[in-house]
């Protein structure tokens, strides 16, 4: 079953808007991730959230997780086109404290940024 | 620069006739990955090797298999394509289960066609 949950589906902005994108999942996690996804390309991982952090920053993006309601977000802050892109959150479960090592998917944001 | 290198990243094979995409890496990361991802969706966990270790993926189909003769390098096989496994293959490596601080790396990816 698919552990992500993503919303909205897509979102389009006009560049130096924020972008919302948030994501909901079903079990304990060890962390969760997001990544991005140019179309055709591999996927590149933007940032990470431990269960145990609440809030994480990395240049324009900031993360929050509430693992009581099992619910992360990303936010892009004054965007630019070359944001324009897929977005996923991924969570690696909580094996009894260790990680099953491996990553599920969410079914991703298709973000827009219009020039 | 150290990284994940997918080959080919196109791919035509025709139906029924053996596949194989090969994956490299030069971070000498312990766990890789193959995930496949269809048009528009998540990336799925078809299986991964930690070290030596092979993890199946419990709905992965019997017609997938790999290979990873060393640290360096994992195979996917594809024994007998067919018109469903059209897909994006992805590649991915970490250095040991969980320990996502850089998060996962992923390759650009092989776009299979099944002619």
């Known amino acids: 079953s698919q552990q992500g949950e993503e919303d909205p589906q897509a979102l389009s902005i006009q560049e130096g808007e924020n972008a919302t994108m948030n994501c909901s999942y079903k079990t304990s996690i060890n962390n969760l991730q997001w990544y991005r996804q140019n179309s055709g390309r591999g996927l590149v991982h933007l940032i990470l959230i431990r269960s145990n952090e609440r809030e994480k920053h990395s240049g324009r993006l900031r993360v929050t997780l509430d693992t009581s309601k099992k619910s992360s977000s990303l936010l892009i802050t004054a965007s630019r086109a070359a944001d324009t892109a897929s977005y996923f959150c991924a969570t690696d479960a909580d094996a009894g404290g260790t990680s099953y090592g491996k990553l599920t998917f969410g079914q991703g944001t298709i973000l827009t940024v219009h020039p | 620069d150290a990284m994940v290198i997918q080959n080919p990243r196109y791919q035509v094979t025709q139906f029924g006739k053996p596949v194989t995409l090969s994956c490299s890496q030069t971070?000498?990361?312990?766990?890789m990955y193959w995930y496949q991802q269809k048009s528009s969706q998540a990336p799925k966990l078809l299986f991964h090797y930690y070290d030596k270790d092979f993890n199946n993926e419990a709905d992965t189909p019997d017609n997938f298999q790999s290979r990873r003769p060393n640290t360096s390098f994992c195979f996917l096989d594809i024994r007998s394509p067919g018109l469903g496994d059209a897909a994006m293959y992805l590649c991915?490596?970490?250095?040991?289960?969980?320990?996502?601080?850089?998060?996962?790396?992923f390759g650009s990816g092989t776009r299979l066609t099944v002619v």
């Open positions: 971070l000498n990361h312990n766990v």
């Open positions: 991915a490596t970490s250095r040991t289960k969980g320990q996502g601080r850089s998060g996962y790396t």
